[in-house]
C-alpha cells in the first residue's frame, strides 16, 4: 500500500509524494498509514550490454573489461500508523526523519523516533 504505483527504479532522483491510506480492521476500527515515499542512490554494478568477440568492436565500444557502475534511483517509503486522524502532523513527522536522514545529522533516528512517539497527542474533540 506504501507504493501503490508499484516498486519501479527510475533514472532519475524523483520529488518525494505524501499520502494516506486508511486501512479497517476486522472490528471496524480505522487505521491511518501516512506515506512518504523518497527516491535515493543506488550503483548496479551489472556489466553492460555489449556484446564482445574476440578483439573485435560491437557497437562502437571497445573490450575494456571493467564494469561501468551505472546510479539509479531507488523507491523508499517511511510509514507511519495511528488510530488518529492527524494527517498534516503525521506529513511534518515524517518530513523530519525524512530530513534527518537524508542529511545525515547528527541525530540518531533511533532517538528521534522514540522522542517522537513519546509525545502526548490529545484526543479528539480535547482541549488543545
Avoid: M
Avoid at 38 to 63: N, R
Avoid at 69 to 89: C, G, M, Q, T, W
Avoid at 91 to 118: F, H, K, P, Q
Amino acid at each position: 500500500f506504501c507504493q501503490p504505483g508499484g516498486w519501479q527504479l527510475s533514472k532519475e532522483r524523483k520529488q518525494p509524494t505524501f499520502f494516506v491510506v486508511v486501512l479497517t480492521d476486522i472490528d471496524s476500527e480505522r487505521h491511518y498509514c501516512s506515506c512518504l515515499t523518497f527516491y535515493e542512490a543506488e550503483i548496479d554494478l551489472q556489466p553492460s550490454v555489449s556484446v564482445f568477440k574476440g578483439t573485435k568492436e560491437i557497437e562502437g565500444e571497445e573490450e575494456s573489461g571493467l564494469i561501468q557502475p551505472a546510479e539509479v534511483f531507488a523507491p523508499k517509503s517511511l510509514v507511519l500508523v495511528s488510530r488518529l486522524d492527524y494527517p498534516e502532523i503525521f506529513r511534518a513527522c515524517l518530513g523530519l526523519i525524512y530530513t534527518v536522514y537524508v542529511d545525515s545529522l547528527n541525530v540518531s533516528l533511533e532517538t528521534l523516533i522514540a522522542n517522537l512517539c513519546s509525545c502526548l497527542v490529545p484526543a479528539s474533540g480535547g482541549s488543545q
